[in-house]
């Protein structure tokens, strides 16, 4: 396959990751929601806060590679690579 069908796989690859980072997120925070309403949860919500801000960070910080137009596969792709479901596997 060519470079390019190997950087569009990449880019598939780190939508995927953005995907998958995006509801690690959505869990802390959901998580940190509960704690906040149990006696106290306080220091183990503010705990949950500081990964839910680490983990938003990172996002940010993966979703530059989407831009990058010199990321690509580190293989060939295979099928499984350029499916942008969220629940493919790698």
């Not at 780190?14 to 149990?38: E, K, P």
């Not at 503010?46 to 590679?65: G, P, Q």
């Not at 010199?70 to 350029?82: K, N, T």
Request: net charge positive.
């Amino acid at each position: 396959m060519s470079r390019d069908d190997r950087h569009q796989a990449a880019k598939v690859r780190v939508r995927r990751a953005l995907h998958n980072i995006q509801a690690a997120q959505n869990h802390l925070g959901r998580a940190a929601s509960d704690l906040g309403a149990v006696c106290y949860g306080g220091p183990k919500q503010r705990e949950v806060m500081r990964l839910y801000d680490r983990v938003h960070a990172l996002w940010y910080r993966v979703n530059t590679l989407e831009t990058n137009q010199r990321i690509e596969l580190d293989r060939e792709p295979e099928a499984r690579d350029l499916d942008e479901r969220p629940g493919v596997e790698s």
